[in-house]
């Protein structure tokens, strides 16, 4: 399983961001896709998720401005920001949790993509 994580960079504070989770190996639309980030200094951070059937849930810190969708013909997971903050800087991470029997998961992690809000 190999999640590729892009567009991240430098960004003005109050435009917009947009990152992209490319998958292979795995089938976004069948688990749960979640983007994580980490501040420096911090730890690692939930921030989106998306569920097979798909259900969206937000951090609080970015509920409102963010939408994490999924193009299942791209087998690709997004993440748009708008108005990002300087709190939003941080390292974001691609997370894909494919079901398995009960209510257990086998998790992947990407690599991540450095994101710079500037102000």
């Known amino acids: 399983v190999q999640l590729q994580a892009s567009g991240g960079g430098l960004v003005q504070a109050g435009g917009s961001l947009r990152l992209s989770c490319a998958a292979s190996g795995t089938i976004v639309s069948r688990n749960v896709m979640a983007w994580y980030r980490q501040a420096p200094g911090k730890q690692r951070e939930w921030v989106a998720s998306i569920t097979s059937g798909g259900t969206t849930s937000y951090a609080d810190s970015v509920k409102g401005r963010s939408t994490i969708s999924r193009d299942n013909g791209k087998n690709t997971v997004y993440l748009q920001m708008s108005s990002p903050k300087s709190e939003d800087t941080g390292v974001y991470y691609c997370?894909?949790?494919?079901?398995?029997?009960?209510?257990?998961?086998?998790?992947?992690w990407g690599r991540g993509t450095q994101v710079t809000v500037s102000s």
């Open positions: 997370k894909a949790e494919e079901p398995l029997l009960a209510r257990y998961t086998r998790d992947f």
